[in-house]
Nanobody
Framework: QVQLVESGGGLVQPGESLRLSCGVSGTIFRLSMGWYRQAPGKQRELVATITSGGSLDYVDSVKGRFTISRDNAKNTVYLQMNSLKPDDTAVYYC?????????WGQGTQVTVSS
């Protein structure tokens, strides 16, 4: 069973950066990977995705600020978050998909506050 473990969350001030990591206990080269987030009182939303072929997609609110990447050799997916805003505050979840298989990590808290 593939498992996902997120890390890298924390408390930062507006304008600062964080890099989230998602370690996968298995090979990821066939998996489409994504980052989602859920703020208090809101539904979980897609933040960014990267397919097994390297195609990228981002929600409009993070375009130009966030970058998703993958290192298949390390079975790890990253989310580089720059110019963070208070509205980015949420629990961030890593997601892996392959066919009908969908797997979630446990989430990591990101708080942007002055």
């Amino acid at each position: 069973q593939v498992q996902l473990v997120e890390s890298g969350g924390g408390l930062v001030q507006p304008g600062e950066s964080l890099r989230l990591s998602c370690g996968v206990s298995g090979t990821i080269f066939r998996l489409s990977m994504g980052w989602y987030r859920q703020a208090p009182g809101k539904q979980r939303e897609l933040v960014a995705t990267i397919t097994s072929g390297g195609s990228l997609d981002y929600v409009d609110s993070v375009k130009g600020r966030f970058t998703i990447s993958r290192d298949n050799a390390k079975n790890t997916v990253y989310l580089q978050m720059n110019s963070l805003k208070p509205d980015d505050t949420a629990v961030y979840y890593c997601n892996a998909k392959h066919g009908s298989l969908t797997i979630w990590g446990q989430g990591t808290q990101v708080t942007v506050s002055s």
